[in-house]
């Protein structure tokens, strides 16, 4: 008993001595404020003092409980001499299990790999601190979510949020994001999803990718904002996934008839047609979407409108990388002046468009104005100041792209723009974001909150603009009929 009160002594002293010395810090940060010459020094120790209660974990002096962390399903035991004070300052949970404890030791049952990292896990809740590597980040993060330790939850989050993009071909993303699922936390889940939308092909391409639950692949497929390099890119690794996973024909019907056909080249099709075992294992299942498809690329858009009363996603592009369909463009120092650039797009997704193509004009400039708020010449014919850079209502980034020509083809199609913006996390390319608009609505927020005047800016790379630019034609009777 005595033990326990020394203990409790020990800890409440040093905790008052961290108070303390806030406190002074604060206050001394006041005083030098407000009287000029009285100088004020600090004296910080609190390296030392957190290597201290390390020490106090790391020997066990004065531990006044035992944690006892057994392993789920195998015989692995960890001991740890911890003290009362601490975990119930950390953690609520702890706090309870401790009010209801029976003597001197806690027992606590984990996953092998939580109790892995179970150490490191305590170690924070005394220093406030941890290292780790990817494949810790769950186990820490369940932990902590047990515990009810929500900085570390929220500091782990952010942790895994910025470290989606994996150096090697197996990837972790999927695993984050089944997990942020069953552990409900709605900001991981989020960011892995549209990490997995617009970072695709990456994880196509990834020995992760058969792991992906049928959840997940269903909500995939539905999205037209995938960015990846073709649909055809996208059907080869659904046929991966369904030899891997061989899940019950109504599953695999579903997920075949999420395919984007119309989207896919004829000579492709007719290829798959022939060559691809799923395809041949389930044609009746997607006869009527081939058909459809055959017949969209045999078709002027005009003569399919008057023919064609369709409203489902079989014709609607999703953002494809391949070069038929946009170009990238790299901006170095973006808020220097405007930039124009050019490049050429197929007419249409349609087989019988695929000879002609579209050029078009992008214009960037990194301060547009909107007419009203541009400079108007005064009767004594001074302009007044108005490009005030980098102010508020000085203008924001605007991109606009235009055909450079007009064309009778062009009936019948409308043409959806997309921007990707790709910036640099952990050394690597990601797509930050997709930026979408008709012509009609060229002036909608683009990077509108975005300082691209900083060269540190988030959004450049190396001072540079990363974008990539995709026209995706759209049928106006879809579009109609959806309304
Ligand atoms: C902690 O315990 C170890 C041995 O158990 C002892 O050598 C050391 O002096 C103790 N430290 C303190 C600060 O009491
Ligand atoms: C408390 O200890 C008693 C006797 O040592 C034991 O029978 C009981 O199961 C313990 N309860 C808990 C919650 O550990
Ligand atoms: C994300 O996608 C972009 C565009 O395809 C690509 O340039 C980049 O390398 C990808 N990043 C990762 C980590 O896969």
């Not at 890119?233 to 019950?248: C, G, H, R, Y």
């Not at 683009?446 to 990539?468: C, I, K, M, N």
């Amino acid at each position: 008993m005595g033990n326990l009160v020394d203990a409790h002594i020990y800890l409440t002293f040093l905790l008052l001595v961290v108070w303390a010395h806030k406190q002074l810090v604060r206050g001394a940060g006041l005083r030098t404020e407000d009287l000029v010459g009285d100088t004020t020094d600090v004296i910080s120790h609190s390296q030392g003092f957190v290597a201290r209660l390390e020490g106090l974990l790391v020997l066990g002096n004065n531990s006044d409980i035992s944690l006892r962390v057994e392993t789920v399903d195998a015989d692995e035991v960890k001991v740890i001499q911890a003290h009362t004070l601490v975990l119930s300052l950390q953690s609520r949970v702890f706090d309870e299990m401790l009010r209801n404890r029976n003597g001197s030791m806690l027992v606590l049952r984990e996953t092998a790999e939580c109790t892995a990292v179970f150490d490191k896990f305590i170690r924070y809740l005394y220093c406030g601190e941890l290292s780790l590597q990817l494949d810790q980040a769950t186990s820490l993060h369940r932990l902590a979510t047990k515990y009810g330790i929500s900085s570390l939850q929220q500091g782990l989050t952010r942790y895994m949020s910025q470290n989606l993009p994996s150096d090697s071909l197996g990837g972790h993303v999927v695993g984050w994001f089944q997990y942020a699922t069953t552990v409900g936390d709605t900001v991981l889940k989020h960011n892995c999803l549209q990490f997995l939308s617009w970072n695709l092909s990456s994880v196509l391409q990834s020995s992760e990718w058969p792991t992906v639950s049928v959840e997940l692949l269903m909500t995939l497929l539905q999205r037209s904002d995938l960015v990846l390099k073709s649909e055809l890119e996208l059907f080869e690794a659904l046929e991966i996934w369904l030899t891997q996973n061989d899940p019950d024909s109504l599953t695999a019907e579903n997920a075949l008839r999420l395919v984007r056909y119309a989207m896919i080249p004829p000579r492709d099709l007719f290829r798959l047609q022939r060559q691809s075992p799923m395809l041949t294992r389930y044609l009746e299942s997607v006869r009527d979407l081939l058909y459809m498809s055959y017949q969209f690329h045999s078709a002027s858009p005009l003569q399919l409108a008057k023919f064609f009363e369709v409203n489902c996603n079989l014709f609607v592009p999703r953002n494809y990388l391949s070069p038929v369909w946009g170009s990238q463009w790299i901006i170095s120092n973006p808020s220097r002046d405007d930039r124009s650039s050019s490049f050429q797009t197929q007419l249409g997704p349609s087989g019988f468009d695929s000879s002609k193509r579209v050029t078009w004009n992008a214009l960037f400039s990194p301060r547009w104005l909107p007419l009203s708020m541009r400079p108007m010449f005064t009767e004594q014919g001074a302009m007044p100041p108005l490009r005030s850079d980098g102010g508020n209502g000085a203008g924001r980034p605007r991109i606009i792209i235009t055909p450079a020509t007009s064309s009778a083809d062009f009936a019948g199609v409308s043409f959806q723009k997309t921007v990707l913006i790709l910036t640099k996390q952990q050394g690597k390319l990601v797509v930050r974001h997709v930026f979408s608009f008709h012509q009609s609505t060229e002036e909608v927020d683009f990077l509108s909150d975005v300082d691209l005047q900083q060269r540190t800016s988030e959004y450049l790379v190396d001072g540079a603009l990363h974008l990539h630019i995709i026209v995706k034609p759209i049928y106006q009777t879809i579009i109609a009929s959806k309304k």
